[in-house]
């Protein structure tokens, strides 16, 4: 019958009011998908389709870094929901790179791990990324130095150098991604952070950090002390 409320407008309006009230602090991971999906589905319930997505794929995060092609095998998941799927994740990235580069001073590489950790946890390659600071450590530029494999992005210290040279940069940190592993850093992973180290100490650029963005956790060579310890290393060298 024309004009006629469809049955789940009542529920759908209540999702609603419950955010403007409350923000998402009262809502399960399935009811802030199916607020989600129901953005992009006039006139229908989406809690089947919310419950049939957690349940496929097991978390929200998930289901947020699907690939499209996932995402339409499940009945009632068409084109425009997941439009609205994958825009919040790539909305957030560019608030999170937005509050980064207007941000004032940059005090320590925790600043950024949120940023790094929603834009690099899900790539499928590994990529060198290089956050360029000025000499009040604000930020300048976010760049992306290499484009790996699966398991490697090579990147040579002098490319960073460079690139911070020619941004006039005082300051960098470095982030590289583990696609899907862990973020304990190689013997490579180590051996690089100390060229790194080296190579911009030897041109009066700091490097604040080395940020490995694995698929569940970070780590820190700032946090776990090996730039301290690279840096009373540098102190005993003949230069």
């Not at 650029?205 to 970070?218: K, R």
């Amino acid at each position: 019958m024309a004009g006629r409320e469809h049955p789940g407008a009542g529920h759908r309006a209540r999702l609603r009011d419950k955010f403007l009230r409350f923000g998402l602090e009262k809502f399960t991971d399935e009811e802030v998908l199916e607020l989600l999906l129901t953005l992009a589905t006039p006139r229908r319930d989406c809690k089947q389709q919310a419950r049939a997505l957690m349940q496929g794929l097991g978390s929200l995060r998930a289901v947020l870094e699907a690939e499209t092609a996932v995402l339409a095998r499940y009945p009632g998941i068409g084109p425009r929901n997941i439009l609205g799927l994958k825009l919040v994740p790539a909305v957030a990235r560019r608030y999170l790179e937005e509050r980064l580069l207007h941000m004032g001073r940059f005090h320590d590489a925790a600043q950024a791990a949120e940023y790094l950790e929603m834009t690099m946890r899900s790539l499928q390659r590994e990529v060198f990324r290089v956050i360029l600071l000025d000499s009040e450590h604000r930020v300048r530029s976010i760049e992306d130095l290499a484009l790996g494999s699966l398991g490697q992005a090579p990147v040579h210290p002098r490319e960073v150098v460079a690139c911070a040279l020619a941004a006039g940069a005082a300051a960098v940190v470095c982030a590289h991604n583990h696609p899907g592993g862990s973020a304990l850093p190689s013997r490579a992973d180590r051996r690089l952070t100390r060229h790194l180290y080296h190579a911009c100490r030897a041109v009066e650029i700091a490097l604040v950090d080395h940020i490995i963005v694995g698929q569940e956790e970070m780590y820190s060579f700032a946090g776990q002390g090996f730039l301290e310890a690279l840096a009373r290393e540098y102190q005993t060298l003949d230069l």
